[in-house]
């Protein structure tokens, strides 16, 4: 039996400089944080022919090419591991919430794999594997921060160079500063992402067609981004909570299904129960509203008054480990 633990994140800033479509030409950068909140995947060989795979539905596939799990079919092409497996997959927070749930799950899946066949692997592999699986083979819209702050952790900077290169550096940030943030950024659930892909596909079509637009909406953020790592580095939070609310209004130029009337309102009542600033977590259009605030007291009251409820989050910094190895 293997089981692994792989945390989820929140981007901090210069989301969106990650997709191929932008950081092949202009080079992308940004922060991202993971968090104790987790996805974990377990392998065990049983004595029945063919493939179990447990998610949110249950398939018994006899070969690989049978199994309608997207991800978990192509990671086992990938490995060639015979039948009579079992994958199971348990979240803490359910998919589609804008936490990067789907590649948390490949880079949890590729590391099980790799601890079932008994072989090392390093963590800039397991990203590596895991964008292989989802960009490059299942082709899909996304970008790289979340597969490699899943299988990373911490708080991190990465920089996605147009080679497909990423160079990955791990803030240098105070104890102090670190529990200044977890004491005050809070996380409350808006409601499930719906409008994700479209968002990202219509900033790929966007931005390999040359729009101006678009491209120095991206630039900025990454700029942004940029200078949030500065402010956190020189242990200037207030000056980080301003920066992510600039970031959040550039955000939401970028697309109209980026936020709603009701995120819309929901941030402001934050902004006026005292919250610094904050953003939506994700491409946009549900999910978390990540907010920066010196009253915690005001901020959750006014939360709870609109219905929003709560998630409590440390940092992980520990990334994709393997928990169970049997």
Not at 95 to 103: C, D, E, F, Q, Y
Not at 214 to 221: G, Q, Y
Request: include cysteine; aromatic fraction near 8%; hydrophobic fraction near 40%.
């Amino acid at each position: 039996m293997i089981i692994t633990r792989t945390p989820l994140r929140i981007s901090i800033g210069g989301g969106g400089t990650d997709l191929p479509s932008y950081y092949r030409q202009f080079g992308g950068a940004l922060i991202s944080a993971a968090i104790d909140k987790y996805v974990f995947v377990g392998i065990n060989k049983t004595f029945s022919p063919g493939y179990l795979v447990k998610y949110s539905q249950y398939e018994h596939a006899q070969t690989i090419a049978e199994i309608r799990h997207p991800i978990v079919r192509e990671a086992l092409r990938l490995h060639e591991l015979p039948a009579s497996l079992e994958i199971i997959s348990l979240a803490d927070i359910p998919a589609g919430t804008g936490l990067g749930s789907s590649s948390t799950f490949t880079v949890g899946l590729v590391r099980a794999l790799y601890a079932f066949q008994r072989r090392h692997v390093t963590a800039e592999d397991v990203a590596r594997e895991a964008c292989r699986i989802e960009i490059d083979i299942l082709g899909q819209t996304i970008g790289k921060q979340d597969q490699y702050i899943a299988s990373c952790g911490g708080l991190t900077c990465f920089e996605f160079l147009p080679d497909d290169s990423v160079k990955i550096s791990h803030l240098n940030v105070t104890p102090q500063t670190l529990s200044d943030l977890e004491e005050n950024l809070l996380l409350f659930f808006t409601g499930y992402s719906r409008a994700a892909t479209d968002i990202l596909a219509d900033q790929v079509t966007r931005t390999t067609g040359g729009d101006s637009a678009m491209i120095e909406n991206l630039h900025f953020v990454k700029e942004l981004g940029l200078r949030i790592k500065g402010a956190l580095e020189q242990g200037d939070t207030e000056k980080f909570a301003l920066l992510m609310h600039e970031h959040w209004l550039t955000k939401q130029r970028r697309s109209r299904n980026m936020s709603s009337g009701n995120i819309d309102r929901w941030y402001e009542v934050g902004r006026a129960a005292g919250a610094i600033g904050g953003k939506m977590v994700g491409a946009g259009g549900g999910g978390f509203l990540l907010f920066y605030t010196h009253d915690r007291t005001r901020l959750r009251a006014a939360m709870a008054g609109e219905g929003l409820t709560e998630v409590p989050f440390r940092f992980d910094f520990d990334g994709s480990v393997t928990l169970v190895r049997g």
